[in-house]
């Protein structure tokens, strides 16, 4: 099969791989029709320090949905055929952490956090930017598409729209708050649609990127860049002086969580969603002084995609609004190198199989 495979900072080639096969008899082998570039995909362009960490030569990319070819003798929910979506983080969905809604915590699947359970990051769990991929533990993995909605509707139910809905949750954004969110890609503008959702009054974006603060702007959020002023002083402005209930780091920078820190208001709570992947250093002196909140975590779609659906049908969200550029697979190295970049107004690259 062909598949778009890791070899180091800023080499992804689509290669010719073997295809998967059944390994136990709770898997799936899936016949890929839509798969998504993920900015975490980003993290593994960029990284020499990942780089130093893994073994290149195994098969990325963790958003995707496609038709099941095959399943195990023990699956029992999901069928050839049926086409589906995969959750980018594996749970056995049966222990206590899976039935808690965490199925990224699962100690299964993670071997009591030894190794990678979400998918493309390793070579113990290949990835879905690819022809074919095995889903571990089908039944608890994988969901239906439903008939009545457009795949790039439901995509990204696979991973970032319930990560925007994380961190608008572990912010406990409430109705009538202002929300400060950092970033304006697409975990960040899912981040903002789902506190507006909650009834948050008032969502301030900041982004460095322009064209994207000004999308945010059209959809109802005011728009912060920080060339244009200091970002404390305009949210002050913004909140009567008393900075904003909750903030969400949507990028993956440690020291746009210390701006969080610096943007709330005494017992303000920051949601800390993007992935940083260095160790760093929490100013505890301001979050003591000022009793504030920080929480963070590995989105589990699991848990979220039956609330999603609905606010999909609904229409208040679309998730499809993100998609910017769609590339053929073997087009992926060319769909990197733009997401990277940041050209021609990239939001979002599809990959079509």
Same mark, same amino acid.
């Given at each position: 099969?062909?598949?778009?495979?890791?070899?180091?900072?800023?080499?992804?080639?689509?290669?010719?791989?073997?295809?998967?096969?059944?390994?136990?008899?709770?898997?799936?082998?899936?016949?890929?029709?839509?798969?998504?570039?993920? %900015?975490?995909? +980003?993290?593994?362009?960029?990284?020499?320090?990942?780089?130093?960490?893994?073994?290149?030569?195994?098969?990325?990319?963790?958003?995707? &949905?496609?038709?099941?070819?095959?399943? %195990?003798?023990?699956?029992?929910?999901?069928?050839?055929?049926?086409? #589906?979506?995969?959750?980018?983080?594996?749970?056995?969905?049966?222990?206590?952490?899976?039935?808690?809604?965490?199925?990224?915590? *699962?100690?299964?699947?993670?071997?009591?956090?030894?190794?990678?359970?979400?998918? %493309?990051?390793?070579?113990?769990?290949?990835?879905?930017?690819?022809?074919?991929?095995?889903?571990?533990?089908?039944?608890?993995?994988?969901?239906?598409?439903?008939?009545?909605?457009?795949?790039?509707?439901?995509?990204?139910?696979?991973?970032?729209?319930?990560?925007?809905?994380?961190?608008?949750?572990?912010?406990?954004?409430?109705?009538?708050?202002?929300?400060?969110?950092?970033?304006?890609?697409?975990?960040?503008?899912?981040?903002?649609? *789902?506190?507006? #959702?909650?009834?948050?009054?008032?969502?301030?974006?900041?982004?460095?990127?322009?064209?994207? &603060?000004?999308?945010?702007?059209?959809?109802?959020?005011?728009?912060?860049?920080? $060339?244009?002023?200091? &970002? &404390?002083?305009?949210?002050?402005?913004?909140?009567?002086? +008393?900075?904003?209930?909750?903030?969400?780091?949507?990028?993956?920078?440690?020291?746009? #969580?210390?701006?969080?820190?610096?943007?709330?208001?005494? $017992?303000?709570?920051?949601?800390?969603?993007?992935?940083?992947?260095?160790?760093?250093?929490?100013?505890?002196?301001?979050?003591?002084?000022?009793?504030?909140?920080?929480?963070?975590? +590995?989105?589990?779609?699991?848990?979220?995609?039956?609330?999603?659906?609905? +606010?999909?049908?609904? $229409?208040?969200?679309?998730?499809?609004?993100? #998609?910017?550029?769609?590339?053929?697979?073997? %087009?992926?190295?060319?769909?990197?190198?733009?997401?990277?970049?940041?050209?021609?107004?990239?939001?979002?690259?599809?990959?079509?199989?």
């Amino acid at each position: 099969m062909k598949a778009v495979v890791y070899h180091g900072p800023h080499d992804m080639r689509v290669e010719n791989v073997a295809d998967p096969g059944l390994q136990e008899p709770t898997d799936a082998l899936l016949r890929i029709e839509r798969t998504a570039i993920c %900015g975490s995909d +980003l993290h593994l362009w960029h990284s020499e320090a990942f780089a130093e960490a893994v073994e290149p030569g195994f098969v990325v990319g963790h958003e995707f &949905l496609g038709t099941v070819l095959e399943v %195990g003798s023990a699956v029992r929910r999901v069928r050839p055929g049926d086409r #589906v979506l995969v959750a980018c983080t594996t749970g056995c969905g049966e222990c206590a952490s899976c039935r808690a809604g965490l199925a990224s915590g *699962c100690p299964v699947t993670t071997a009591g956090f030894t190794r990678q359970n979400v998918f %493309g990051f390793s070579h113990e769990l290949w990835g879905g930017q690819a022809e074919v991929a095995r889903v571990p533990f089908a039944d608890a993995n994988c969901f239906a598409v439903p008939p009545d909605l457009d795949d790039e509707q439901v995509l990204f139910l696979t991973d970032i729209l319930p990560t925007g809905e994380l961190g608008a949750e572990l912010a406990r954004v409430g109705v009538g708050e202002t929300v400060v969110v950092f970033g304006c890609g697409p975990v960040g503008t899912f981040a903002q649609r *789902c506190a507006a #959702v909650r009834g948050a009054a008032q969502v301030i974006a900041v982004d460095l990127d322009r064209d994207r &603060l000004a999308r945010a702007e059209r959809s109802g959020a005011v728009a912060l860049h920080p $060339g244009d002023g200091d &970002l &404390l002083e305009r949210v002050l402005e913004l909140t009567d002086g +008393l900075g904003a209930h909750c903030a969400i780091e949507a990028v993956g920078s440690s020291e746009l #969580v210390h701006q969080a820190a610096a943007v709330v208001r005494p $017992g303000g709570r920051i949601a800390a969603i993007g992935v940083i992947l260095e160790p760093w250093q929490i100013e505890w002196p301001l979050f003591f002084a000022k009793n504030l909140t920080l929480a963070s975590g +590995l989105v589990s779609p699991q848990a979220s995609i039956h609330r999603l659906l609905p +606010l999909i049908r609904s $229409g208040r969200l679309d998730p499809a609004e993100i #998609v910017s550029h769609r590339f053929p697979l073997a %087009g992926a190295r060319d769909a990197y190198e733009l997401f990277a970049a940041r050209r021609d107004g990239v939001l979002k690259v599809v990959l079509e199989p």
